[in-house]
């Protein structure tokens, strides 16, 4: 089915609670649109049935004619085993899914992180358009990273480059389910928040209920809320610092936090190694869509 021009992208997001699929044309447009439930309960074989299922929905959308696919997933294929790592869909784990999906789909595919699908989208259709190196940030319930340059995610050879968020900004500070100390992700990620809370306040809260007491001035969040701000802007310039990108963008729910663009932008001009905070920090344009959307762009023929 190979053809240096195919006239279709399909795009595959595999989440841990949703399956979509998007198909669009060469200019990218969206031609169709679908999701469904993972049910990641049922097991490994029960998603491969999953995918085949919505992929061919798709392939009939466009009457079988020749197309690209890609599939974007939480976790990588790792370059030692080929098999998949790192997913928090658990049951993909050590499973050989890029093998799999192709013999089942009989089509090559690409699978990427999603972080990497993020970056890409928005590097090419939304808030990073234009620019040459974007690096794409989602802080959700973790944190990840992807990096595009001229147009093409960069994996590098182990399939980590952009894990900014498995970066230790203390060494002494609380452990992160990969097993090191003071990530990244358990300082500023949604999740990583809302543990922190608990631990000093034995109480309880969702991020956006931490974020509402600090904008009404509640006195015992503001000193939480100004380590938010430091952490980030302490990681952030780090990132500045090595990879000196043309623009940041912003994504998963932690981003909706207005004044990350304001308090904690100032952050990240103290901790960086310039005299002149530059690089633009801001909000992703394409929402969840970029996910999908980056899958499909991600593609091989």
């Not at 013999?103 to 090559?108: Q, V």
């Not at 939304?126 to 190196?133: C, D, P, R, S, T």
């Amino acid at each position: 089915m190979a053809n240096n021009n195919p006239t279709f992208r399909i795009g595959i997001d595999l989440g841990g609670t949703k399956i979509e699929g998007v198909v669009l044309d060469t200019d990218h447009k969206i031609l169709f649109r679908e999701r469904t439930a993972t049910e990641q309960e049922h097991g490994y074989e029960h998603i491969l049935q999953k995918i085949k299922q919505l992929y061919h929905r798709m392939t009939r959308e466009i009457n079988q004619q020749q197309h690209t696919l890609g599939i974007g997933t939480p976790g990588a294929i790792s370059a030692r085993s080929g098999l998949m790592k790192n997913s928090n869909t658990l049951c993909l784990n050590d499973k050989p899914l890029l093998q799999d999906l192709h013999k089942l789909l009989g089509h090559a595919l690409n699978i990427q992180n999603d972080a990497n699908c993020f970056a890409q989208a928005e590097a090419i259709l939304g808030a990073g358009k234009g620019h040459e190196m974007v690096f794409g940030v989602i802080m959700g319930t973790g944190c990840g990273g992807g990096i595009v340059y001229q147009g093409n995610v960069i994996t590098g050879p182990q399939s980590i480059a952009g894990e900014w968020g498995h970066m230790s900004i203390d060494p002494d500070g609380p452990e992160c389910y990969c097993g090191s100390k003071g990530c990244v992700e358990v300082f500023i990620s949604g999740g990583g928040m809302e543990d922190l809370y608990i631990a000093e306040f034995n109480k309880k809260l969702t991020l956006p209920e931490i974020v509402a007491r600090y904008r009404n001035q509640d006195a015992d969040v503001q000193e939480f809320m100004q380590r938010f701000f430091t952490n980030f802007g302490r990681s952030m310039a780090n990132l500045i610092n090595i990879l000196d990108p043309d623009i940041i963008v912003l994504g998963g729910g932690v981003s909706n936090i207005n004044e990350l663009y304001s308090e904690g932008r100032r952050e990240v001009a103290r901790f960086i190694f310039n005299d002149d905070c530059s690089t633009p920090i801001v909000k992703h344009q394409l929402g969840d869509s970029a996910g999908v959307l980056g899958a499909a762009l991600i593609g091989k023929a």
